[in-house]
T-cell receptor, first 115, second 110 residues
Framework: GAGVSQSPRYKVAKRGQDVALRCDPI?????LFWYQQALGQGPEFLTY????????KSGLPSDRFFAERPEGSVSTLKIQRTQQEDSAVYLC?????????????FGPGTRLTVL | RKEVEQDPGPFNVPEGATVAFNCTYS??????FFWYRQDCRKEPKLLMS???SGNEDGRFTAQLNRASQYISLLIRDSKLSDSATYLC???????????FGSGTKLNVKP
């Protein structure tokens, strides 16, 4: 069956450009997470949606980062005025329900390189 | 201090060996715990949840020690295909946020 998909898989941006990263979660999954994974590190939490509501955005590193999920399915992570330190893999994950213990299913990630 | 800490390794072991990883967490109110596996340049995938009483899935055994605030993963009879990075994941006090360790790299050699 279809898993979590992300696009683009690779993105090269010049410093100062805006980028938009898309996540298509598994159909029917209520919860959606965005993570940032730097080389050699584990994923770092960015933000969480329950349906269309963004319930936690405490992990967004600056106000240049913005995420939305307007209809409770597809989500977009936007980074404005990209900087070199934004270079990382951006992972999206979804889970069926809210609640402790629910398995998160990850997409393949978008590898962002800022030159 | 990081929420979740892991020994980065690498652990280099021969096929058939038994290997164990530990992971410590800082928030004593943490509610749920997981081990994820991540292959090189791939996304993380759930290996197993960790229950208070400990749990086993085939060659894999996970343990939780709340008093000392660590979780462990034991792999018996290592296979070449077990080579990967193992990520410890902790959900501290609400279901919204999950903290990942930096991962422990395992290399199983023939």
């Amino acid at each position: 069956g279809a898993g979590v998909s992300q696009s683009p898989r690779y993105k090269v941006a010049k410093r100062g450009q805006d980028v938009a990263l898309r996540c298509d979660p598994i159909s029917g999954h209520v919860s959606l997470f965005w993570y940032q994974q730097a080389l050699g590190q584990g994923p770092e939490f960015l933000t969480y949606f329950q349906n269309e509501a963004q319930l936690d955005k405490s992990g967004l590193p600056s106000d240049r980062f913005f995420a939305e999920r307007p209809e409770g399915s597809v989500s977009t992570l936007k980074i404005q005025r990209t900087q070199q330190e934004d270079s990382a893999v951006y992972l999206c994950a979804s889970s069926l329900n809210r609640g402790v213990g629910n398995e998160q299913f990850f997409g393949p990630g978008t590898r962002l390189t800022v030159l | 201090r990081k929420e979740v800490e892991q020994d980065p390794g690498p652990f280099n072991v021969p096929e058939g060996a038994t290997v164990a990883f530990n992971c410590t967490y800082s928030n004593s109110a943490s509610q749920s715990f997981f081990w994820y596996r991540q292959d090189c340049r791939k996304e993380p995938k759930l290996l197993m949840s960790v229950y208070s009483s400990g749990n086993e899935d085939g060659r894999f055994t996970a343990q939780l020690n709340r008093a000392s605030q660590y979780i462990s993963l034991l792999i018996r009879d290592s296979k070449l295909s077990d080579s990967a990075t193992y990520l410890c994941v902790v959900n501290p006090y609400n279901f919204n946020k999950f903290y990942f360790g930096s991962g422990t790299k395992l290399n199983v050699k023939p």
